[in-house]
């Protein structure tokens, strides 16, 4: 087990170093116009905008550039091109609003995937459950921004039913404005994954109500509800686990950027979305290698427990 | 499960198992529906010229200036207040003007000309690097497949926007050059293949896998004791089965492209204006909102028929391809 | 929270004089606080560094440098009048020389008291911090070997100041008639001499001026609170305690929040789609639109095709439609076809336009021809712009124009961050591109530092379009050696017209911005808008 999991750190950081270099040479390579010039500002002499290259170092070999960019973002001391910022300290404003948004989103949209699921698979093939599957894919099939930018006008603006965007810190406004500043963007977001997962346990389902285990069950005298409880739904829920860590992982990793954008919730998304447009790289890298991680992590951890949990996989 | 198989097959006496999905789906009524929407909007798509020609513009042509007659009265198609005419339903702006005073119906059509364009270039893309990637790896197993597979890990575990975006706006400005291949910044073909790169990643894992049980079996035993080598094999043994479930995917995959070049589009790193696409129209018609909500309401919806159109295609397919399908109770 | 025995003290004395200012009597109901949004953090709270309206709108009334603008609006805000000096400046005859005497008993608003040396260190911030300012102040004589001896401690020769008088003498190189409105300019305010010579945005250096910064936020907000011992003749004190600024990045909830009162006033014009609503709703009772001295228009790059061939430029300017721009603006934009905006020195309004009425439909017919005669039928052209609504309508409308008249016009948006960047650098080759000015001080000269050959350069030039016209630069040279704006207005306006008539931009119209408050200030007593620095913070008032 520990020499699975030794295996799998090693693998993480082997990616996690990967990611950054790409990353780093997206933006080194493609001509994106000096970032010294951008920085020095308008009207500066050809001796400013020097002074500046030397200053931050463009005028050194790509991977020394790189070795000081990561060395920064390790300790702490990385900064923004732009506005000299110091991007952790961003990045830490950013983190409790994207983990908000990502964690009550997922518990959202497993819980309402597995309702619906149960539902649909317990009522196959007659009305409510089609009109389940439509509305699954329906909500598959929505692009989470368009249906973000309706939702915070219409239920937000026009109506005031919710606030029109924006972030509520727990600490400074409560809890209460904190949670319906949350309504939308988490409902928004699960919309499309509630789609997913009920068809997914759905058809997981009827799989395990008629596999063996389950007519053995039945023949043994156990009640069809039973069955469903007690063998079907642990045995559907294990993919559906897994792909909610993936998922999850997903969306922490970046997939919010739309739902924050949109919202505005100045999360770490929304933070990579800005600095990308400015060709900011520091943040870039930083929101990147933050997001992989999560990524990665998420999914070690679903693979470990996965493997913990089933019999068959030896490791 | 391969008795039922069998048995499934020798109940329709000679029919394979192509003809027998066929018949599936034929049978399959939403499926079908669905199919057919689809159809009607590549249609509408195709048809995005003779639009141009009757609304008398073109999807760029701004009518700032303008002023219509509608019902006797003459008004502005964008007010001096920056308010755009709603829908006429007319040949006219039948579905109003946007900000810039360009029809919106020409826009939508031609819009869907480029997000149909980016969708399926970018699923063929991901399809051809897919089974490549799939069946080297699969197949040559070894360093090859520690490559691919460590290849398919780093791109996998880039989180999918951030990697879009990124990329979509350091290529847009000044396209891509590949040796003698150069791509300019405006190009369709740098979101297609942004997204066709990354919807690779989740084809080629599951088609690698694929490939990896499917090389153990008897007939690809029996080719090698041919002599047929490691082409022939993977070109004529292995690509003609992984082609089920390569098809169930197809529609999967043309939906998502669709919705992430939406994404991208709609955070200006996808396509480039001038040129309409959904997700570029539903980006301007954010800024005006208030007073013009037809210019975000009209893109989604048809990018949402769309990708639904294609997810209940999809489905079908699915349900047509999949042996099991025959044994699914229906109560 | 750490309470503290000093921290519980500090608060009751706070509270004490809270309550007792409080209970002050008349100024009672016109005092407070209001909340303010901006879209963006300013550029930079140091005096030394900011450049941006958002910016100067809050410093203006935070640091003062020895000479200012008039608290007034109209014409008469852009008259210059002493700041922290007793009296305008002394110019010698040859215009080189500048004297001018510290006002005796100043104080900073930490209660540090005012020395004349402390110019000379604002200038050398200036020089250091490599500010937008530094082209205006290397003027200065010994300006360049200050900086190349790279000696921030180090002496400018051509600034003597004598701490016991409070006499300034400044030395130019050459006679620079806008030198006045160069020591009205915030680069120029004067800070404490232990100021730093880093960028002071996280902690603004204590100033002398009707507010004072504080509890600021970068990215997200600072407060204005009223400086009470500021004092100075002719300058209005503050009339608010606090001024909260918010960055709010979302137009739309902006407007909204000042709809609904959440808000007490919001600094840029309200969102495009609400533009409409708010007119209907409150011109005249809490909104007011004014017109800027800025001038928006496309440049034309004259070193390449095709625009290095008058005839296609002339074409350009012909086929342009200022109806349609004034519509993408939501109105907010006043056409014209002056390149100088109304109300400075130089401008004279160029009757018949050149090329047609801007009110009336454009001659694209004469457009085609003379793209045709030039034979430049065909060519492509991209126009850069950036992804702001307005500007990015205007750049997609003035693609299509160039399309329209047998040009191959596109648009290409880069986010606003890069922007200038970008099309000051040579080797982008940007054929033409959507451009503003508003004026760095008001005086003719800031407007055409922008098609004056002299300042094309390689990078960050300023000079979009490489407009080169001897003609233009030696009617600049001249005139600008005069200190009086008025005395060569003829020449600047002669400049205006050259510039139309060689066609080497299009201009298009001046931008109007907008005051839109809440309920709670007294919109018709108490706004005074500033033809240099937008809205004056120093005339706000409560009902």
């Known amino acids: 087990m520990l020499r699975f999991i030794a295996r799998r750190l090693a693998g993480m950081l082997a990616v996690l170093f990967a990611v950054s270099v790409l990353t780093f040479l997206i933006f080194a390579v493609i001509p994106n116009g000096a970032p010294e010039d951008r920085m020095a500002g308008p009207n500066a002499s050809p001796g400013q905008v020097a002074a500046v290259r030397r200053e931050w170092g463009f005028d050194k070999p790509l991977y020394v550039q790189y070795a000081r960019t990561m060395k920064k973002i390790f300790t702490g001391d990385v900064v923004s091109y732009v506005d000299r910022t110091n991007v952790v300290d961003e990045i830490g404003r950013g983190a409790p609003r994207t983990f908000s948004l990502a964690i009550g989103a997922a518990i959202l949209w497993i819980a309402g995937g597995i309702a619906l699921g149960l539902y649909g698979a317990a009522r196959a093939g007659r009305a409510p459950d089609r009109l389940i599957t439509v509305l699954a894919l329906a909500g598959v099939s929505m692009p989470v921004f368009w249906l973000g930018a309706l939702a915070s006008h219409y239920l937000g603006f026009e109506a005031r039913i919710f606030p029109d965007g924006g972030y509520a810190e727990i600490g400074r406004e409560g809890v209460l404005e904190w949670l319906w500043h949350l309504v939308l963007p988490w409902s928004v977001l699960a919309v499309v994954l509630i789609g997913v997962y009920s068809r997914v346990l759905r058809s997981n389902l009827l799989d395990a109500l008629h596999a063996d285990y389950a007519r053995t069950a039945r023949a043994k005298g156990l009640s069809e509800g039973a069955v469903l409880r ?67 992590a998420v999914n070690t951890i679903v693979d470990i427990a996965c493997a913990a949990m089933d019999p068959r996989i030896r490791l | 499960m391969v008795d039922e198989d069998r048995h499934a097959g020798v109940a329709v006496a000679g029919v394979g198992p192509w003809r027998l999905a066929l018949r599936r789906l034929r049978a ?15 249609a509408l798509a195709l048809a995005a010229p003779l639009w141009g020609d009757l609304a008398g513009t073109s999807p760029s042509r701004n009518h700032l200036s303008d002023t219509i007659v509608i019902d006797g009265q003459r008004r502005d198609v964008v007010t001096e207040d920056r308010v755009p005419i709603g829908p006429t339903w007319r040949a006219k702006y039948f579905l109003g003007a946007d900000g810039n005073g360009r029809d919106v119906a020409v826009r939508l059509l031609y819009g869907a000309r ?19 990637l799939g069946l080297l790896a699969g197949y040559l197993r070894g360093w090859v497949d520690a490559v691919v597979s460590r290849g398919l890990d780093v791109v996998w575990a880039f989180p999918v926007l951030l990697l879009g975006i990124a990329l979509g706006v350091a290529l847009a400005r000044d396209g891509l050059q590949i040796g003698p291949l150069s791509i300019s910044g405006g190009s369709k073909w740098i979101p297609a293949l942004i997204i066709g790169v990354v919807g690779a990643v989740y084809l080629a894992r599951p088609l690698r896998g694929l490939v990896l049980s499917l090389r153990e079996q008897d007939f690809v035993e029996a080719a090698r004791a041919q002599g047929a080598g490691p082409l022939r094999i993977m070109v004529g043994e292995l690509l003609p089965n992984l082609a089920s479930t390569v098809l169930v995917f197809v529609p999967l995959l043309v939906a998502n492209a669709i919705l992430l070049e939406g994404a991208l589009s709609f955070l200006g790193a996808g396509v480039r204006p001038p ?50 399908a025959t044994v699914r109770p229906e109560r | 929270m750490h309470w503290t025995l000093r921290g519980l003290a500090g608060a009751l004395v706070a509270s004490m004089v809270v309550g007792l200012a409080a209970c002050g009597g008349r100024e009672k109901n016109k005092s407070g606080e209001i909340s303010v949004a901006v879209s963006s953090f300013p550029d930079s709270l140091d005096p030394a560094l900011a450049v941006t309206a958002e910016a100067l709108q809050s410093l203006w009334v935070v640091y003062t440098p020895l000479l200012t603008y008039a608290h007034a609006e109209g014409a008469a805000g852009a008259r210059i009048v002493p700041g922290l000096a007793r009296a305008l400046p002394r110019i010698s005859a040859d215009g080189t020389t500048y004297r001018l005497k510290l006002r005796k008993g100043i104080e900073y608003s930490d209660g540090r008291p005012v020395k004349a040396s402390d110019f000379e260190h604002a200038v050398k911030r200036i020089l250091n911090l490599e500010s937008v300012g530094t082209p205006y102040f290397e003027r200065i004589a010994g300006a360049g070997a200050y900086l190349r001896s790279g000696k921030a ?91 909260a600024v918010e960055v709010v990045k979302n137009r739309g909830r902006q407007t909204q929040s000042v709809t609904r009162n959440d808000l007490d006033y919001m600094t840029d014009p309200p969102a495009p789609d609400q533009i409409r609503s708010v007119r209907d709703r409150f011109e005249g009772k809490r909104y007011r639109e004014f017109v800027t001295n800025s001038t928006y228009f496309f440049f034309l790059n004259h070193r390449l095709a095709p625009f290095n061939n008058k005839a296609v430029r002339q074409a350009v300017n012909y086929a342009l439609d200022e109806r349609a721009l004034v519509r993408v603006f939501g109105g907010l934009l006043e056409p014209g076809c002056n390149f100088l905006p109304p109300g400075l020195a130089g401008y004279e309004k160029i009757e018949p336009c050149t090329y047609g009425d ?84 008001a005086r003719a000269t800031a407007f055409f530092s922008i098609v004056d050959g002299a300042s094309i350069s390689d990078t960050n030039s300023t000079n979009f379009g490489n407009v080169d016209d001897p003609q233009i630069d030696a009617t600049l040279a001249r005139a600008d050696r005069n200190p009086s704006a008025e005395a060569v207005s003829k020449d600047y306006a002669a400049v205006d017209r050259r510039l139309l008539e060689e066609a080497h931009l299009v201009p298009y119209g001046n931008r109007k911005l907008s005051v839109f408050f809440s309920d709670r200030i007294d919109f018709d007593d108490c706004t005074a808008w500033h033809p240099v620095y937008n809205l004056d913070y120093t005339s706000l008032c409560l009902k």
């Open chain 2, 28 to 42: 399959n009524r939403v499926a079908l529906a669905f199919g057919a929407l689809f159809a009607v909007l590549v």
């Open chain 3, 153 to 243: 401690r180090g002496d400018i020769s051509g600034i003597e100041t004598d701490d016991s008088t409070g006499a300034i003498t400044i030395s130019l190189d050459e006679p620079y008639g806008p030198f006045s409105n160069v020591l009205a300019m915030t680069f120029g305010a004067l800070v404490p001499s232990d100021t730093p010579f880093e960028n002071q945005t996280k902690r603004p250096p204590a100033g002398i001026g009707a507010y004072k910064l504080a509890n600021v936020r970068v990215n997200r907000g600072y407060d204005l609170v009223k400086a009470p011992g500021f004092d100075i003749a002719d300058t209005p004190k503050a009339q608010l305690d606090t001024i």
């Open chain 1, 230 to 296: 007690r063998h079907a739904l642990p045995n559907a829920l294990i993919p559906i686990v897994t792909l909610w860590g993936l998922d999850f992982g997903a969306v922490l990793g970046g997939g919010a950027v739309l739902t924050e954008s949109v919202f505005d919730l100045q999360g770490i998304g929304q933070y990579f979305a800005d600095s990308v447009s400015r060709l900011d790289v520091p943040p870039v890298l930083a929101v990147t290698m933050l997001g992989t991680f999560f990524i990665v």
């Open chain 2, 114 to 132: 480029n997000s149909l364009f980016i969708g399926l270039t970018a699923t063929l893309i991901s399809l051809l690097l897919a089974v490549t």
């Open chain 3, 358 to 441: 801007p009110n009336a439909p454009p001659d694209l017919a004469r457009a085609r021809e003379l793209v045709k005669q030039a034979g430049a039928e065909g060519e492509q052209v991209t126009v850069y712009g950036t992804g702001e609504p307005e500007a990015k309508g205007a750049t997609e409308y003035f693609a299509d124009v160039l399309s329209q008249i047998g040009l191959k016009g596109s648009p290409r948006i880069i986010p606003s961050a890069n922007y200038y960047a970008t099309i000051g650098n040579r080797r982008t080759r940007a054929q033409a591109g959507f451009a503003n000015y508003f004026q760095d001080f």
């Open chain 2, 275 to 324: 040129d309409p696409s959904w997700g570029t129209m539903i980006g301007d018609g954010v800024d005006l909102l208030t007073s013009a909500p037809h210019l975000t309401i009209v893109p989604g919806v048809m990018l949402v028929l769309t990708v639904l159109a294609l997810n209940v295609l999809g489905d079908g397919v699915r349900d047509a391809l999949d042996p099991r």
